[in-house]
């Protein structure tokens, strides 16, 4: 069965096309314009998959492709930053009706208004972490250092601010300090609220980065690489925590060795 992949940025759609690749599974890719690595035509032609170059709110053009390359299974992978949505989307018929149907634009709604409207076509938006299952993170410590006793303090402190605006769909991210909130993500995004709290506390912060308590594993599952590590280093967190089984680490061993490298204890919440 030819599997649909619609690809936003970073390297999430690379994993997923090698995956499917391994498994022998053929895929045609809807690729964002303005949003997909340009590289993944040419590890798409390498794959032997198909693609398409697709505008941002073009919904009614990427469910055409998808159709006519016959697929019924479809996965999102990359990033897409939500607060595009108030500036650069021209959105065509199909996601103009999905838009004038939501009570809120936040991620959940629009995204399962999405997701519904490819269903009805016939096309069904599938969990991408079923593919690619060794790159969540596990449970317990994951690195050579333990989280300190006062980072382990500023973690647990943080878990249920972390829950509970994952819950509202405000964000997945908060920093913490000396057991204070400095920093709550938005639509800015993870790196953005690192950044932030390390201009507002200085060194010595801590990053809690959960999953929704319903988190919907088809789409908009926290993700972390060695990008995250660095962006933390040059602001001076020394802690992270992910939710074990629901959060996917990129290139493991490279992020690994990064925290390793940049003093940073990485731990996996189980839930």
Same mark, same amino acid.
């Given at each position: ?13 690379? /994993? ?42 073009? /919904? ?15 996965? $999102? ?57 060794? $790159? ?5 410590? $994951? ?88 962006? $933390? ?14 959060? /996917? ?23």
């Amino acid at each position: 069965m030819k599997l649909g992949l619609i690809a936003g940025n970073g390297r999430f759609p690379f /994993l997923i096309l090698d995956a499917a690749r391994e498994l022998g599974r053929p895929v045609s890719i809807v690729a964002i314009e303005g949003e997909a690595f340009p590289e993944l035509a040419t590890a798409a032609e390498q794959a032997g998959a198909t693609l398409e170059w697709v505008p941002l709110g073009q /919904l009614g053009k990427a469910i055409r492709f998808l159709k006519r390359e016959g697929v019924t299974e479809a996965v $999102m992978a990359g990033q897409v930053k939500h607060v595009k949505i108030f500036t650069d989307v021209m959105p065509d018929f199909t996601l103009l009706s999905v838009l004038m149907k939501l009570k809120s634009k936040n991620t959940d709604a629009l995204i399962s208004a999405v997701a519904e409207v490819m269903q009805e076509q016939g096309i069904t938006l599938v969990d991408s972490t079923s593919l690619i299952a060794p $790159m969540l993170a596990t449970a317990g410590v $994951m690195t050579s250092r333990a989280p300190s006793d006062d980072e382990r303090a500023d973690i647990e402190f943080g878990y249920r601010m972390a829950d509970t605006i994952a819950g509202l769909d405000i964000g997945q991210t908060i920093a913490v300090k000396d057991k204070a909130v400095v920093a709550v993500e938005a639509m800015e995004g993870t790196d953005e609220a690192i950044r932030r709290a390390g201009t507002l506390a200085g060194a010595g912060f801590s990053v809690v980065k959960v999953a929704k308590p319903n988190q919907d594993m088809r789409f908009d599952v926290p993700v972390v690489g060695v990008a995250t590590i660095e962006i $933390m280093r040059a602001a001076g967190a020394t802690a992270l925590s992910l939710d074990a089984g629901r959060a /996917l680490i990129f290139e493991r061993e490279a992020f690994i060795a990064a925290a390793d490298a940049a003093g940073i204890a990485v731990v996996g919440r189980e839930r």
